[in-house]
DNA sequence: ACGGCCCTCCCCCGTCCGGCGGAGGCGGAT
DNA sequence: ATCCGCCTCCGCCGGACGGGGGAGGGCCGT
């Protein structure tokens, strides 16, 4: 797709933090075959830095105000005719974020306490290839991760603690007898928390309930 | 972990085909600071070669005799001390292998096709840092992914066809009458194949077959 | 031609479930 | 001191569900 010049590599930093941009630009412009072509503060503005610009390779944050780097992801790609590699940038590894990312169409990903060797030679891997590394694949990784997150269920958090621990025991098959004796309650009182789940879930019946929980990832979280 | 000789990058490869391996140390030693040390055509052969010339690095195929690719990086990070950085080898992405590969502790994989320059620079890149592009979030990943694998049910296969479409529509939380006008049936049809699966699932009513068919995998299966 | 499997549908019946409205106690917040 | 949320229970009712048993038709392999 993207096609480095022959001389240098061609990159946008953005970042919100000043500081992480200078620093970012220190070390890349320390190597001969690279060169800072500009930077940007949010989301929409690496966007349209992007677009006249059209650079190799864009270093992406995350969090940044406005939109965040998975939109300005997705507006890039979608958007040129011939995108750059953005490499997603983040402090924190295991940053749900980055998930996301990937699956918008970031070619890796790369933490901010990466050493400088490191990020030098990121940059150039993906500016030449994407057959290595980051192939489709774990996008298709990501893509299936991010499949099965997107469910931060609102509801999860307005559920009792009573609740929870009905839900749970719902989603294990059981009756709602066999729950009332598992937590030591009289059925009545089962039949009413239940309830009260079908309600804050907006389901109608037990097996909605447990489907929404599984969905959820409400059962990852005993 | 393993600390790279400042002079130059000792290299292992590991594949059954030895014209693979030609190809991977023509490449390989026309760069001036890497040095393939040693090779090995089994999984067996690889993990005593490794022990014997501990290497920085282990270009290592999935898919060979006797020990595959897989149990062979169990073995070099179980027994070395200070193991060298595995880099998985494969033709095919989407390889199922390489997230067991991945989990077992390699650091990166790599595809077949990949041109020169990129599989130098990926050798130089894991032997030098993990901060990057495979952090261990990415090993949570595959973790997850193949944690969320092992379970090929027994059950599956004795479903028929029709039985597997009422599964499906019933873990959608529909009642037997909304199945029933979505397959075009009757009602009572609708029941018998739901007692089926019932019986096959081993499971008494329909919540508990439909968290069967959740911790299955059954819903993936789209 | 026969048995076997699958899909289709029927009736009866007992149970479980979910919706309705109501009630008491208890603790924290205002 | 009062209100509000949570937990605990009660009865009533209609509908959905699941078990049991039976039956006809189509397809396939023997």
New binding site residues.
């Given amino acids: 797709m993207t096609s480095p010049r022959a001389d240098s590599l061609r990159i946008v930093l953005a970042d919100d933090e000043r500081m992480v941009r200078t620093a970012l630009r220190a070390i890349l412009t320390a190597e001969p075959d690279l060169e800072v072509v500009g930077e940007a503060a949010t989301g929409a503005e690496a966007v349209s830095v992007v677009r006249d610009l059209t650079p190799d390779v864009v270093l992406m944050d995350v969090r940044m105000p406005e939109i965040d780097g998975i939109r300005a992801t997705e507006q890039i790609l979608a958007t040129l005719p011939d995108p750059p590699r953005i490499v997603v940038v983040t402090t924190f590894e295991n940053d749900a974020y980055v998930y996301e990312a990937l699956r918008a169409g970031a070619s890796g990903f790369l933490l901010k306490r990466a050493d400088a060797d490191a990020l030098v030679q990121a940059v150039r891997l993906v500016a030449h290839s994407d057959t290595l590394l980051f192939p489709s694949a774990v996008r298709a990784l990501a893509a299936e991760h991010a499949r099965s997150r997107p469910t931060p269920p609102p509801w999860v958090a307005?559920l009792?603690?009573?609740?929870r621990d009905v839900l749970r025991l719902m989603a294990t098959g059981?009756?709602?007898?066999e729950i009332?004796g598992r937590?030591?309650?009289?059925?009545?009182?089962?039949?009413?928390?239940?309830?009260?789940v079908?309600?804050k879930t907006g389901t109608?019946?037990?097996?909605q309930?447990v489907i929404a929980a599984y969905e959820a990832g409400f059962m990852k979280e005993s």
Same sequence: chains 1, 2.
């Fill in positions: 307005k009792t603690a009573r609740e059981l009756t709602n007898a009332a937590i030591g309650v009289g059925p009545a009182t089962v039949k009413t928390h239940v309830a009260a079908l309600a109608r019946d037990r097996t309930a």
